[in-house]
């Protein structure tokens, strides 16, 4: 015979509407009542019926994650902090990674609208502007992080990456060579777009002339951002500035750098964005504006739970924009 919720009930010595209770929102319960429902579930090795408690609340305690690479430590590590918050939230974080690209997002965005998911958070790719729109459109469940795309009308959650592209540039240009070699991630990519933005914007005003810029882009590997470096390198044309504008740039700059035995800082200068793993990893120095990946995290699942919490009802538009980064200029 299969154990029922009101087994468990008679068990912990509670009422049926606690063990529900326990279920929906156990933070409401004192402690000493929720240990008692939970010693009983395991005694009784019951198992809730989640389709009827989904039904019932009208929530399926389901949030998508779509991100572009599951690889580069910026997602790994901001995953890692929204898996802390919604598991402690009841919460089951379902991760989909696009590898950069867009009818695959827009393949993982539609799966996770059919399983009712309560929020879909998207690092988008570039591209699906029309796409995006239409779902903020239909659903109140959709946030953007990390990727701004200003024509989607939905609750972000960013970086102000031109920003603060512009003003690592402004540093750079005041203490390295004018010689420039910029690496890039692909142009459809909206992080790739707003950095690469700020950085032409740093130029003109300081009046840097195009022709001492050489601007790399479309760089989705590391082994790329390598292949692309081992040329430069093997121009013996120095001393360049190297800008790199990713996680895999900054990887296959450091096994260019390695192998070729290229004195950072002497012959070759360099500059970029990195997290706090990464810069530790690389231990390359240079000027670098550095994402704290797992408190990034942490904000945005704070961020995510008063959506979630909010009235079904559509509400404003929030927009955050984040501007801080730490700025190492060893």
């Known amino acids: 015979m299969s154990v ?30 929720a240990v008692r429902v939970q010693k009983a579930i395991d005694e009784l090795e019951f198992v809730p019926n989640n389709n009827a408690r989904i ?29 802390d918050i919604f598991y402690s939230n009841g919460y089951f974080l379902m991760i989909c990674d696009s590898e950069y690209k867009p009818d695959r997002e827009r393949h993982h965005i539609d799966s996770l609208l059919k399983l009712n998911a309560d929020l879909l958070l998207v690092a988008t790719v570039g591209s699906n502007v029309e796409y995006l729109s239409s779902v903020a459109n239909r659903y109140n469940k959709l946030v953007l992080f990390d990727r701004f795309e200003p024509e989607v009308n939905v609750d972000s959650f960013c970086y102000d990456h031109r920003n603060i592209s512009k ?25 790739t777009r707003e950095r690469l933005a700020g950085m032409m914007d740093s130029f003109r005003e300081n009046g840097i002339e195009k022709s001492q810029v050489e601007v790399i882009d479309g760089i989705l590997s590391s ?20 800008i790199f504008s990713n996680e895999n740039c900054l990887e296959g700059l450091a096994r260019a750098v390695w192998r070729s035995n290229v004195k950072v800082n002497e012959e070759l200068f360099i500059a970029g964005f990195t997290t706090d793993a990464l810069s530790n990893l690389c231990n390359i120095k240079g000027i670098c504006a550095i994402q704290e990946e797992y408190k990034i995290g942490l904000a945005l699942g704070d961020f995510c739970l008063k959506k979630l919490k909010a009235p079904k009802k559509a509400s404003a538009v929030t927009k955050k924009f984040i501007s801080s980064f730490i700025v190492s200029e060893d």
């Open 167 to 191: 003003d690592l540039t402004d540093i750079v240009i005041k203490k390295y060579p004018h010689d420039f070699v910029i690496l890039m991630g692909p142009p459809f990519s909206p992080v």
């Open 55 to 83: 039904l019932k609340a009208g929530k399926s305690y389901i949030v998508g994650l779509v991100v572009p690479d599951i690889t580069i430590s910026f997602f790994y590590n901001v995953v890692k902090a929204l898996n």
């Open 223 to 242: 082994e790329q951002a390598e292949a692309a470096l081992n040329k430069v390198i093997e121009k013996h044309s120095y001393p360049k500035t190297i």
């Open 4 to 33: 029922t919720i009101k087994d468990v009930a008679s068990k912990a010595g509670v009422s049926i509407a606690t063990v529900s209770r326990y279920f929906s929102s156990r933070e409401k319960l004192k402690e000493s009542t």
